[in-house]
Every structure is written in C-alpha cells, then in structure tokens.
C-alpha cells in the first residue's frame, strides 16, 4: 500500500464514519450497532493475523497496551454512539477534532512533558472558542443537543486519555495485532453494556441501510481504518498526519448535508472555521514563533 493511498484512505473512513453511526443507530440500538461493529471487525481481523502468520503477543506490555487501546475504543465509540442521536455527524466530526489539544493538555499531566506554550495555550482558547459558538444556539434554546454535545466531549476525552497512555508503553507490536487484541479487550465491555441497558436483538426492525451501516464500520471504519492510520503514522511526520483532524471534520460537515440533510447554519461555519484555525495554531504557531524570531535576530 503507498503512503498517499493509505492517508487518503484515513480521510474518506474517518469522515464517513460520523454518518456512519448516525445512520447505524437509527433503527439499532446504539449499544448493540456499536457491538456488532467491533464483532464485525474482530473476526476478519484474526483471518488476517492467520493470512499473515502474524503473532498476536499476550505479555504483560502487549496486555497493558491493549487496555490502555480499548480505553479510547470503549469509551470512545460508546459515548459517540450515544451521541448520534442529538447532533448531526458533522458536529460529531468537529468536536473529535479536538483530540490532538486534548491529547497535549493530558500529555502534561500524565507523561509529565512540557508546559503548554503560549501558542498552544491560544490555539485552546480559540478552539474551545470555536466550540461555543457552535453550540451556543442549541444551548439557548435548551435543546436535548446539549446531551449529544457532552457525549461526544466525554468520547473525545476517553480517545485522547487513551491515546497518551498507549505513549506511556514502551513496546512494539504489529498494528494489525494491536487492533486485534484492543478489539478482544473492548468486546466483553460492550456486551456488558449493551445487556445492561437493551440485551435486545429485534433484528425484524433494522433498516437496510441500518446493517449495511455496521458492516461498514465493522470492516471498513474499525479494521482498515486502523491499518492505515497506523500505516501512514510510522511512515509520516506528525505534523502531516494532524492535518487529517483538520480535513475530516469538513468533509464529514459536508458529506451530513448532501447525504443526511444535515442544516448547515452560520454559527456551525463560524465555529467550525475558528476550532479549525486552534488547531492550526496548535500544531504549527510556535513553529511560525521560531521562524519570524530568528529571521528578526538576524536583521
């Protein structure tokens, strides 16, 4: 696979699987569509582990590492799932777009790493700024889309808690195998759940569109999905890869207008511009700091 399919490949899977849970959770219940999907997933997953005569380790690092994985698994497509049934798939997009400020804020806390910059801590200020404005309507007006909005906040901050602590474990393992494995950690934690609150399968109801949406996410938004993230993340500078967390959430935004009717209002554009913009400034602000600083020393 060449690097510039496989990036291409996490764009389109990334901002297709917002629309993907909205329309999954429309005739299933969010607890069992989000089970179905990691089920879905697992299986060909170990065919491929098989295929490839690829070792799925059971070390004490291998386990840590696939718990600290299935912590942004479970509690981030739990929460996300609950989530697609007040917000349109684009906002859902939007706020995960906030996971690489999150991820850094965490990374201070737990791993200890250095403190914010001023850069940083503006690009936080102008993202969470962004979020305001766009749920400022539905929150006046004291709509249920404040229960969707939390849901996704408490997803995104399940991903990026996980994402640091996978940092924290220092081993190397096949990305196919990690999926493998953070799949059969999360798997008995949705059955939990979804026993607890359904532990119903009234298959006569689901749409067509419904199941073809699990098996969608099941192969393609959890199994290649991961695969080529990982992919493009070993062979990418970081800096490269967050840019993806800066398209995703336009595509997916317009993907939920042209396919779902989504309604696309000025405080969505105003505020997906500005969290877009914290992001930018996130990544690449004390880069720009340096550059103009050393170019005014050296005049």
Not at 100 to 109: A, N, Q, T, W
Not at 235 to 252: D, E, F, Q
Not at 255 to 276: K, Q, R
């Amino acid at each position: 696979m060449s690097v510039p399919i496989a990036y291409l490949a996490v764009i389109i899977i990334w901002s297709t699987t917002p629309l993907g849970i909205v329309w999954s959770s429309e005739t299933i219940h969010p607890t069992f569509a989000v089970l179905l999907r990691m089920v879905i997933a697992v299986v060909p997953g170990f065919l491929l582990l098989k295929a490839f005569n690829i070792e799925l380790p059971w070390h004490k690092q291998a386990i840590r590492l696939y718990s600290f994985s299935a912590i942004g698994v479970f509690g981030g497509m739990l929460f996300s799932y609950v989530a697609a049934g007040y917000i349109s798939s684009g906002l859902m997009s939007l706020i995960f777009g906030l996971s690489p400020i999150l991820s850094g804020v965490l990374s201070k806390r737990i791993l200890a790493e250095a403190s914010l910059s001023l850069a940083k801590k503006l690009a936080l200020c102008v993202a969470i700024s962004g979020l305001a404005i766009v749920c400022y309507d539905k929150i006046s007006l004291a709509a249920d889309a404040y229960i969707g909005v939390i849901s996704v906040l408490i997803a995104v901050s399940f991903f990026s808690l996980s994402g640091v602590l996978v940092k924290s474990v220092e081993v190397s393992i096949n990305p196919m195998a990690t999926t493998v494995g953070t799949l059969l950690f999360s798997i008995p934690l949705f059955i939990t759940v979804w026993l607890i609150f359904d532990g119903n399968i009234p298959y006569e109801t689901w749409s067509s569109k419904s199941i073809l949406s699990v098996i969608y996410l099941g192969i393609i938004g959890s199994l290649v999905g991961f695969i080529a993230y990982f992919y493009v993340l070993q062979r990418l500078k970081a800096s490269t890869v967050a840019l993806i967390t800066m398209i995703t959430p336009v595509v997916a935004i317009s993907l939920g207008a042209i396919l779902n009717n989504e309604v696309i209002n000025t405080n969505l554009v105003v505020g997906a511009f500005a969290i877009i913009t914290g992001l930018a400034i996130y990544q690449w602000g004390d880069l720009v700091r340096k550059h103009y600083s050393k170019n005014y020393a050296k005049s």
